[in-house]
């Protein structure tokens, strides 16, 4: 009778030692998704970043924005400019004023999920010389 009660006692241990390392891998699987998950939306707003960056440097250095938006397979909308990609939107808006010191240009750069959410957004803006 001992040997069988000592016999149960170990199987009854060996099964919670199974459980509780089925409840860890449950738990590091989950962990490991998420970090995962993480790690793409990480990636895409790197992405975004750099392609926006990309454009706010032409935009700069542009004396004429609706031909290079065209260039760039933006289109037009609503006096801004709209390009879609995979994961998110890229808008470009364009503001000008005088100003005794020339002609300021404005330019913002947005960068915006797909859930509406804007991940990156970059400023650029110079003065103009009016010509005399």
Known sequence: MKVR???NVL?????IVVMFFMLASCTLLQVFAAASGESRRAEEIARAAADAQNIADQVYV???IPAL???LAF?????CWLREDE???IRVTAEE??????IWLAREISVIAQDGEVLVCLPC?????VPQ
């Open 5 to 7: 009660s000592r016999s």
């Open 11 to 15: 199987l009854v241990e060996l099964l």
């Open 62 to 64: 542009s004396e004429d």
């Open 69 to 71: 938006m065209e260039k």
């Open 75 to 79: 289109r037009e909308d609503d006096g």
């Open 87 to 89: 994961d998110y939107q």
């Open 97 to 102: 004023q005088l100003r005794p010191a020339g």
């Open 125 to 129: 803006s110079r003065y103009q010389e």
